[in-house]
């Protein structure tokens, strides 16, 4: 059954580092998400992407946020400087032409 | 504000037992509501979507109601296992269309 890869599975970074966190969505999925989960709290929305442009942000998802769809495989979530409070596991996820979800394993992300 | 509400308490039964989980929401007009499974440490897997117009949707041992009254979805689990343990997130598309999670509601089946 084809599933959402991420990438890396943990990444720990210094205050003020960018980092990329990397997904590889279902292959005919046409929708793509970032969510985020600050440990024992709700799974929240950060961003939806679609026919390559930015379709929702959250006020989560503020400047130093950015995603992209280098190839037509890879969908990448960048934090250019972060801060201890971006710490969480993000998700991310694709849907087909149904309402339904599908979420990678996620990336837990230590910011020390 | 738009709300969805889970009881944040773990829910504790005991195997064999039919457990029932609910959300309730504030401030929505949604055509579907949707639960999934979250497991420790791991992404939430679909599991049922329920439409405005269904009152009630069956999969396996899994039912959803649905009370666009009450503003209120039910999430049964008939006789429930150990492997049934794991956090319960309902999910609702907001004004903005994005697909919003309540917070979760702890299922532990004890043997």
């Known amino acids: 059954e084809p599933e959402v890869t991420q990438t890396p599975s943990h990444q720990v970074t210094q205050m003020g580092q960018e980092v990329i966190l990397r997904c590889v969505p279902i292959s005919n999925h046409l929708y793509f998400y970032w969510y985020r989960q600050i440990l024992g709290q709700k799974v929240e929305f950060l961003v939806s992407f679609y026919n390559n442009e930015i379709s929702e942000k959250s006020e989560i998802f503020d400047d130093q946020f950015s995603v992209e769809r280098p190839d037509g495989s890879n969908f990448t979530l960048k934090i250019r400087s972060t801060k201890l409070e971006d710490s969480a596991m993000y998700f991310c996820?694709?849907?087909?032409?149904?309402?339904?979800?599908?979420f990678g394993p996620g990336t837990r992300l230590l910011v020390l | 504000s738009q709300k969805i509400e889970q009881n944040s308490e773990a829910l504790n039964i005991q195997e064999g037992k039919t457990a029932t989980l609910t959300c309730n929401y504030t401030n929505y007009s949604p055509a579907y509501l949707q639960w999934y499974r979250q497991d420790p440490g791991r992404g939430p897997v679909f599991l049922l979507l329920i439409r405005e117009n269904e009152k009630e949707k069956r999969k396996e041992r899994l039912k959803v109601t649905f009370d666009t009254t009450l503003k209120q979805s039910l999430f049964h689990i008939t006789a429930s296992q150990p492997a049934d343990s794991a956090t319960y997130l309902c999910a609702l598309r907001d004004a903005g269309n994005m697909l919003t999670f309540g917070g979760g509601t702890r299922l532990m089946v004890k043997p």
């Open positions: 996820a694709s849907r087909g032409g149904l309402e339904t979800l599908y």
